[in-house]
């Protein structure tokens, strides 16, 4: 074991322990410290055994173990924990010295603290980590942002703890200035929201409509995984309806009830404050919140009724429309989630690598697949792409997708099965491809009652006017607010 260790990690909850083991399975060596140090011992006397992993008793013997410029990565619970950990190591650090933040961290605070350090001549990378418990510790995906000057400190063991793709580049590179990081990372949560949700959505309309059994879906969801849906949601998925419990699916035996940590909440609201419409993400956190109303939907379901359920036609077909709405909608979600980095690139001064992000999502990450080199294929022809829906990959298999998808979302319409992530998908589709929206008849009455004014079809963009509707409203118009 070296003298010094190359990095120490603070935070022995089951995500610090396997990236400890995971650095030291690349050859580092690593500080592991808790602020239960009983953690520290158990954690030496057990996985950690005969490894290049040293232990800690104090913020002193931490930093004391360090080679300089020193390493530090804080896994501990996002928010006030973060805070009061960066303000114990302050006292003890050197200038160019590096705290690390690997939690799941809303990017603001990840903004402030790199100002912070920085102003006290440390670094500070805000980085997302995902793949969960198995990818810390055999590879998850990294995206690392903060202090630029940072990053070739801890490159080589970002990159070489990442999880590699078929041509072994690591899923793993800066991603940008600040927040940019823990922004990325809050997107990718949002669009694990989205494709969870549709997922789900895909499940009960074959589950309620089609009258499927977990066997059944186990081996359509197995098929799918074979194909352009390839990815480790749809895995999982067909493992979860395989698994069996005194030989009954224990998938029927689960509440209900969906929980979530926060991350694709923000991810909905700094799309509202950005003006861009992430409609399906936002359909997605909403329908966790309205599967927390267990009780309440119960009590509904026994005094409101909806139509009789009820599917006529070719059940093999139906599935491969149900598989077309579900590869579309998910076109549409990542979509979406590239307006939205495109756009806080544009509102915090990031220069995020659109294709780049896609390879870092490409392995180790929880929405890892096979349709992410599109993306980067789809970026790498056209950096300044606005839209993935206007690439022709993407444009041309949505456009062949959509038959099969009006058909399920008509289906789940009329048979009263909620369907909202795919339903949303398919309206912003045809949204965006709108040439013409109401929205004239929507700025009339904004200018009728508000006299917030509007631009006109026959005058140039800019331009902006009032009219007195009724004759009493006057000439004076209101200001105006753009998102």
Same mark, same amino acid.
């Given at each position: 074991?070296?003298?010094?260790?190359?990095?120490?990690?603070?935070?022995?909850?089951?995500?610090?322990?396997?990236?400890?083991?995971?650095?030291?399975?690349?050859?580092?060596?690593?500080?592991?410290?808790?602020?239960?140090?009983?953690?520290?011992?158990?954690?030496?006397?057990?996985?950690?055994?005969?490894?290049?992993?040293?232990?800690?008793?104090?913020?002193?013997?931490?930093?004391?173990?360090?080679?300089?410029?020193?390493?530090?990565?804080?896994?501990?619970?996002?928010?006030?924990?973060?805070?009061?950990?960066?303000?114990?190591?302050?006292?003890?650090?050197?200038?160019?010295?590096?705290?690390?933040?690997?939690?799941?961290?809303?990017?603001?605070?990840?903004?402030?603290?790199?100002?912070?350090?920085?102003?006290?001549?440390?670094?500070?990378?805000?980085?997302?980590?995902?793949?969960?418990?198995?990818?810390?510790?055999?590879?998850?995906?990294?995206?690392?942002?903060?202090?630029?000057?940072?990053?070739?400190?801890?490159?080589?063991?970002?990159?070489?703890?990442?999880?590699?793709?078929?041509?072994?580049?690591?899923?793993?590179?800066?991603?940008?200035?600040?927040?940019?990081?823990?922004?990325?990372?809050?997107?990718?949560?949002?669009?694990?929201?989205?494709?969870?949700?549709?997922?789900?959505?895909?499940?009960?309309?074959?589950?309620?409509?089609?009258?499927?059994?977990?066997?059944?879906?186990?081996?359509?969801?197995?098929?799918?995984?074979?194909?352009?849906?390839?990815?480790?949601?749809?895995?999982?998925?067909?493992?979860?309806?395989?698994?069996?419990?005194?030989?009954?699916?224990?998938?029927?035996?689960?509440?209900?009830?969906?929980?979530?940590?926060?991350?694709?909440?923000?991810?909905?609201?700094?799309?509202?404050?950005?003006?861009?419409?992430?409609?399906?993400?936002?359909?997605?956190?909403?329908?966790?919140?309205?599967?927390?109303?267990?009780?309440?939907?119960?009590?509904?379901?026994?005094?409101?009724?909806?139509?009789?359920?009820?599917?006529?036609?070719?059940?093999?077909?139906?599935?491969?429309? !149900?598989? #077309?709405?579900?590869? +579309?909608?998910? =076109?549409? @979600?990542?979509?979406?989630?590239?307006?939205?980095? &495109?756009? /806080?690139?544009?509102?915090?001064?990031?220069?995020?690598?659109?294709?780049?992000?896609?390879?870092?999502?490409?392995?180790?990450?929880?929405?890892?697949?096979?349709?992410?080199?599109?993306?980067?294929?789809?970026?790498?022809?056209?950096?300044?792409?606005?839209?993935?829906?206007?690439?022709?990959?993407?444009?041309?298999?949505?456009?062949?997708?959509?038959?099969?998808?009006?058909?399920?979302?008509?289906?789940? !319409?009329? #048979?009263?099965?909620? +369907?909202?992530? =795919?339903? @949303?998908?398919?309206?912003?589709?045809?949204?965006? &491809?709108? /040439?013409?929206?109401?929205?004239?008849?929507?700025?009339?009455?904004?200018?009728?009652?508000?006299?917030?004014?509007?631009?006109?079809?026959?005058?140039?963009?800019?331009?902006?006017?009032?009219?007195?509707?009724?004759?009493?409203?006057?000439?004076?118009?209101?200001?105006?607010?753009?998102?």
């Amino acid at each position: 074991m070296k003298q010094l260790s190359d990095i120490g990690l603070v935070g022995l909850a089951v995500m610090g322990e396997n990236l400890i083991l995971n650095m030291a399975s690349k050859g580092y060596t690593v500080t592991a410290y808790n602020r239960t140090t009983d953690k520290v011992d158990n954690f030496l006397a057990g996985r950690a055994q005969g490894k290049t992993i040293r232990g800690a008793h104090s913020i002193e013997e931490l930093v004391a173990s360090l080679a300089k410029p020193r390493k530090i990565m804080l896994m501990v619970k996002a928010g006030q924990p973060v805070d009061d950990f960066i303000e114990q190591l302050i006292p003890h650090l050197e200038a160019g010295d590096i705290i690390i933040d690997g939690g799941n961290t809303h990017f603001p605070d990840t903004d402030r603290r790199t100002a912070y350090l920085e102003s006290k001549g440390l670094l500070f990378i805000g980085t997302g980590v995902s793949g969960g418990e198995e990818g810390a510790l055999i590879g998850p995906s990294i995206m690392p942002g903060g202090s630029p000057a940072a990053w070739p400190f801890v490159k080589e063991i970002f990159q070489g703890i990442s999880a590699k793709v078929d041509d072994g580049s690591p899923c793993c590179d800066w991603v940008g200035e600040g927040g940019a990081g823990h922004f990325v990372k809050m997107v990718h949560n949002g669009i694990e929201y989205g494709d969870m949700q549709l997922i789900c959505e895909a499940y009960q309309i074959m589950k309620d409509l089609l009258g499927m059994s977990a066997d059944e879906m186990h081996q359509v969801f197995a098929d799918w995984n074979e194909g352009e849906l390839n990815s480790y949601l749809v895995e999982i998925t067909r493992d979860i309806l395989g698994y069996k419990e005194n030989g009954e699916p224990l998938v029927d035996k689960i509440l209900d009830t969906a929980g979530q940590k926060g991350t694709g909440k923000w991810t909905g609201v700094i799309a509202l404050d950005l003006g861009i419409p992430l409609t399906l993400i936002s359909e997605a956190v909403f329908a966790r919140c309205l599967s927390a109303q267990k009780e309440e939907r119960v009590a509904a379901s026994k005094v409101i009724s909806g139509p009789t359920v009820k599917f006529e036609g070719d059940k093999k077909a139906f599935i491969n429309d !149900i598989r #077309n709405a579900l590869f +579309a909608s998910k =076109i549409i @979600s990542y979509a979406q989630g590239y307006l939205l980095m &495109r756009e /806080a690139g544009k509102e915090y001064g990031w220069h995020l690598n659109y294709g780049g992000i896609a390879l870092m999502w490409r392995g180790g990450c929880i929405i890892r697949s096979s349709f992410l080199g599109k993306i980067k294929d789809a970026f790498d022809k056209n950096p300044e792409l606005s839209n993935l829906l206007l690439d022709d990959y993407f444009k041309d298999t949505v456009q062949a997708a959509q038959a099969g998808w009006r058909r399920v979302t008509a289906a789940a !319409i009329v #048979n009263g099965i909620p +369907a909202p992530s =795919i339903t @949303s998908a398919l309206n912003y589709f045809d949204g965006y &491809r709108t /040439a013409r929206l109401p929205a004239n008849l929507l700025q009339a009455q904004r200018d009728y009652f508000g006299a917030h004014t509007y631009e006109r079809t026959d005058k140039p963009r800019g331009e902006f006017f009032h009219t007195n509707w009724t004759g009493r409203g006057g000439n004076t118009s209101s200001s105006t607010y753009n998102v």
